[in-house]
C-alpha cells in the first residue's frame, strides 16, 4: 500500500551551490522544510542559473521572475460557470433570484456580489458577502464535474505554463477575480493546477480593487521565498482592462493577451500593457517577454 508523504517529509537536494533540503513536492506545509532552509542555507551567492525547480522547493533560491495569471479567458475558459455560481450564491443566502446579470469580466467576485446585491435591493454588508463567497465554493465544488465537462485551457496556455515551470527562478502563481477555492477547482478541472502556486496568490474574495490582489501575492511570494521583488520581476499576464490597470497600480509589468470577450489587443496597449499577444500559442515569445 502507497503511503502519502508526510505534509512535514524533506528531500535532500543537491543544488548547484550546495547540498540543503527540500519539502516533498507533494507536502502541504512548508514550514519546516523553511526553518531547516534557513538555519542550513545553501550558498548565498544565489547563483540564477543554478537553482532548479525542484530546489526552489526549500525557499532558498532567488525568485527572479514572480508570474501572475488572470485565470478566466486568459488561461481557461468555462462557458456560464461564473453566472451559475453567483446566482445559487444569491438564492440560497437571500432567497433572490438573480435577474440583473453583471458583466462579469475582469471584475473580483466581492465587486461583483457586491454589484448584484445593490442592484437586487439588497444591503451589500460584509457577513452577506462573506455568506455569498462560501456559497460560491460550495456551489464550484458542486458542479466540478460540470466544470471539466464545458472548461478547457485556452490554446498555448498549457504549453506556456509547462515551460516557464521549467525555468529556475519563476515562480508561478494567480490573481484572480475568483475566490480562492474556485480558482483551484477551475484550473484542476483542465488540468493546469499543477504549475501554480495557490498559497502564495490573490483572490477575489479579497478586495474590491484588482491592484490590491497584485500587492497581496506580491508580498506573499516575498515572505514566503524571503525575498525582495522589483517592478521589473512581478509580470501580470491577463485578458482585460482590469488585469493591465491592476499590473500598473502595483508596478508590475503588464502582458496582454487579447482572448477575452469583449477586449482588443488596442484596449489592451490603451490600458498600459507592455506587451500584447492575440493568444498564448507562440510559447517561444510568451517565455521571451517574461523573461526579458
Ligand atoms: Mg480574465
Same mark, same amino acid.
Given at each position: 500500500?502507497s503511503?502519502?508523504?508526510s505534509?512535514?517529509?524533506?528531500t535532500?537536494v543537491v543544488c548547484?551551490s550546495g547540498?540543503?533540503?527540500?519539502?516533498?513536492?507533494?507536502?502541504t506545509?512548508?514550514?519546516?522544510a523553511?526553518?531547516i532552509?534557513? #538555519?542550513?542555507p545553501?550558498?548565498?551567492?544565489?547563483?540564477?542559473?543554478r537553482?532548479?525547480p525542484l530546489?526552489?522547493?526549500?525557499?532558498?533560491?532567488?525568485v527572479?521572475?514572480?508570474?501572475l495569471?488572470?485565470?478566466?479567458?486568459?488561461?481557461?475558459?468555462?462557458?456560464?460557470?461564473?453566472h451559475?455560481?453567483l446566482a445559487?450564491? #444569491?438564492?440560497v443566502?437571500t432567497? =433572490?433570484?438573480?435577474?440583473?446579470?453583471?458583466?462579469?469580466? +475582469?471584475?473580483?467576485?466581492r465587486?461583483?456580489?457586491?454589484?448584484?446585491?445593490t442592484?437586487? +435591493?439588497l444591503?451589500?454588508?460584509e457577513?452577506?458577502?462573506?455568506?455569498?463567497h462560501?456559497?460560491?465554493?460550495?456551489?464550484?465544488h458542486e458542479?466540478?464535474?460540470?466544470?471539466?465537462?464545458v472548461?478547457?485551457?485556452?490554446?498555448? /496556455?498549457?504549453? =506556456?505554463?509547462?515551460?516557464?515551470?521549467?525555468?529556475p527562478?519563476v515562480?508561478?502563481?494567480?490573481?484572480?477575480?475568483?475566490?480562492?477555492?474556485?480558482a483551484?477547482?477551475?484550473?484542476?478541472a483542465?488540468?493546469l493546477?499543477?504549475?501554480?502556486?495557490?498559497?502564495?496568490?490573490g483572490?477575489?474574495?479579497?478586495?474590491l480593487?484588482r491592484?490590491?490582489l497584485?500587492?497581496?501575492?506580491?508580498s506573499?511570494? /516575498?515572505?514566503?521565498?524571503?525575498t525582495?521583488?522589483?517592478?521589473?520581476?512581478?509580470?501580470?499576464?491577463?485578458?482585460?482592462?482590469?488585469?493591465?490597470?491592476?499590473?500598473?497600480?502595483? +508596478?508590475a509589468?503588464?502582458?496582454?493577451?487579447?482572448? +477575452?470577450?469583449?477586449?482588443?489587443?488596442?484596449?489592451?496597449?490603451a490600458?498600459g500593457?507592455d506587451?500584447?499577444?492575440?493568444s498564448l500559442?507562440?510559447?517561444?515569445?510568451v517565455?521571451?517577454? =517574461?523573461?526579458?
Open positions: 500500500m503511503k502519502s508523504p505534509a512535514h517529509a524533506l535532500p548547484g547540498f540543503g533540503f527540500a519539502a516533498h513536492p507533494a507536502a506545509t512548508p514550514t519546516i523553511s526553518a532552509g534557513f #538555519l542550513m545553501l550558498s548565498r551567492e544565489r547563483p540564477s542559473t537553482c532548479t530546489c526552489q522547493l526549500c525557499f532558498t533560491c532567488p527572479e521572475r514572480l508570474v495569471w488572470d485565470i478566466d479567458r486568459t488561461l481557461v475558459t468555462m462557458a456560464g460557470v461564473g451559475a455560481l445559487q450564491a #444569491l438564492q443566502t432567497g =433572490v433570484e438573480l435577474v440583473h446579470q453583471p458583466e462579469l469580466g +475582469g471584475k473580483t467576485d465587486e461583483l456580489i457586491t454589484t448584484v446585491l442592484a437586487h +435591493g444591503d451589500a454588508a457577513p452577506l458577502i462573506e455568506r455569498m462560501a456559497e460560491m465554493a460550495v456551489a464550484a458542479r466540478t464535474d460540470h466544470m471539466r465537462a472548461g478547457f485551457a485556452l490554446p498555448g /496556455a498549457s504549453a =506556456v505554463l509547462a515551460a516557464l515551470a521549467t525555468v527562478g515562480v508561478q502563481s494567480v490573481v484572480t477575480g475568483n475566490i480562492a477555492p474556485v483551484r477547482l477551475k484550473l484542476a483542465v488540468d493546477d499543477r504549475f501554480i502556486d495557490f498559497e502564495i496568490g483572490y477575489g474574495s479579497e478586495s480593487v491592484g490590491d497584485v500587492n497581496l501575492a506580491r506573499r511570494a /516575498a515572505r514566503k521565498h524571503r525582495t521583488l522589483s517592478n521589473e520581476s512581478v509580470i501580470v499576464i491577463g485578458d482585460t482592462v482590469h488585469d493591465i490597470v491592476g499590473a500598473k497600480f502595483s +508596478g509589468v503588464a502582458i496582454g493577451v487579447a482572448t +477575452g470577450l469583449n477586449t482588443t489587443a488596442d484596449h489592451l496597449h490600458a500593457a506587451v500584447v499577444f492575440s500559442e507562440d510559447t517561444a515569445a517565455l521571451a517577454a =517574461v523573461l526579458a
